[in-house]
């Protein structure tokens, strides 16, 4: 099968979804390989998962990660009620144990972050997303950049695993159309959230740092 052979991370949360929507949709992407804890629920000729009960165990599926070219990390938790340990064991140590081993093992390959808007301000979540996204950017990938999406219109049939953030959705639904069309600094969608972190694998993003109006730009 001919096109880019993409591996995505996150794909059962609300982020990954939308970039397995596009993905599956985009006729440049030739393979999608899902790496989770648990199935997607997803069926597609594109599409082949990779179940992997405890994630930091990258040795286990080694022979599994050569010969791809792109790779794409949506995979985040809320910051509340946990310490900086504890956020950043998920949220930097399990993403770089990746991004290096993926590296090393696909010397070409490209990859995506997906960070959070506020990750430039001083809290201790957006210290710790900062701290990857610098070294996402150190890192010698082929082409390489870090969203930060604010509030994300999710396409339909796609909900978020965080109850108040899903609360906030059906809240909202009503305006969303508005708030993206209005306020893109602040709204984007998932569908150009999607398309955006594919553009950022394919070389076709014109910075590494894409805050939401830009993910809008990009992935229009």
Known sequence: MGGMKLILFGATGMVGAGVLREALADPDVGAVLSISRRSCGVTHPKLR????????????????????????????????????????????????????????????????????????????????????EEEIRRLPFRHAGCVRPGFIQPGPGIRSTVKLYQSLIVVFRPVFPLLVRTLPSWATTSQRLGRAMLRVVQGRSDRFILESADINRIGR
Do not use: H
Request: proline letters at 2%; hydrophobic letters at 50%; charged letters at 20%.
């Open 49 to 132: 998962e990779l179940l992997v009960p405890d994630l930091f165990d990258f040795a286990a599926v080694t022979t599994e990660l050569t010969g791809w070219d792109a790779a794409i990390w949506a995979v985040g938790i809320s910051s509340i009620g946990l310490d900086e340990g504890a956020y950043a064991k998920v949220t930097e140590q399990l993403t770089l144990v990746w991004a290096r081993g993926l590296l090393r093992l696909n010397p070409d390959l490209s990859f995506c972050y997906c960070s959070a808007a506020g990750a430039g301000g001083s809290t201790m979540w957006a210290r710790v997303r900062r701290r990857v």
